[in-house]
């Protein structure tokens, strides 16, 4: 099983109901939006929903995430915020998990929006999680895997 790194008290508040069920600022733990300095908290805490989930956990299974976390974070950096930090092709991993179908990709961003939306409001969160279903939609075309929504176009 992968390990990951601890998670903050503040980093990583419970929150009851839907993330939409509340107005911003009332949630409990809801910052205003996402920083750069939230993203590894707020990644922290989504692959390890990813880790105990039916669905998606055993993609991650095999993977050192203490180890791949700075990527991870330094790849979100990077498509949010523009701070170059990431290099690389976050789409070779992709290639060599058998059996990806839509409803991973599914699965993975509508997990990827809950856990952000417990944590924060905004501009930031709504563009990280425009680029969830971009970065989705075009995996999933790049492994000749039929998308189950239609493209996002309103980033």
């Given amino acids: 099983m992968s390990r990951l790194p601890v998670i903050p008290g ?3 508040p419970a929150v009851s109901g839907p993330a939409d069920a509340l107005e911003v600022g009332k949630r409990p733990g809801v910052h205003a939006d996402l920083g750069d300095e939230d993203l590894e908290g707020v990644l922290v805490a ?3 929903a990813v880790a105990d989930d039916p669905l998606l956990a ?3 299974a095999v993977v050192d995430m ?3 976390m700075p990527r991870i974070v330094a790849f979100w950096s990077t498509m949010l915020f523009h701070t170059g930090r990431y290099s690389g092709n976050a789409f070779r991993p992709h290639q ?3 059996g990806l179908t839509a409803e991973h990709f599914r699965h993975w961003v ?3 929006e809950r856990t952000v939306d417990a ?3 905004g501009e930031y969160t709504e ?3 425009d680029l969830a279903h971009r970065i989705a939609y075009s995996m999933q075309l790049r492994l000749g895997i039929t998308p189950s929504e239609e493209y996002r176009s309103d980033f």
């Fill in 10 to 12: 503040d980093a990583s």
């Fill in 96 to 98: 060599s998990m058998p």
């Fill in 46 to 48: 989504f692959y390890a």
């Fill in 127 to 129: 563009r990280m999680k």
């Fill in 58 to 60: 055993r993609y991650f």
């Fill in 119 to 121: 944590r924060f409001a």
């Fill in 110 to 112: 509508t997990t990827l």
């Fill in 66 to 68: 203490a180890a791949h």
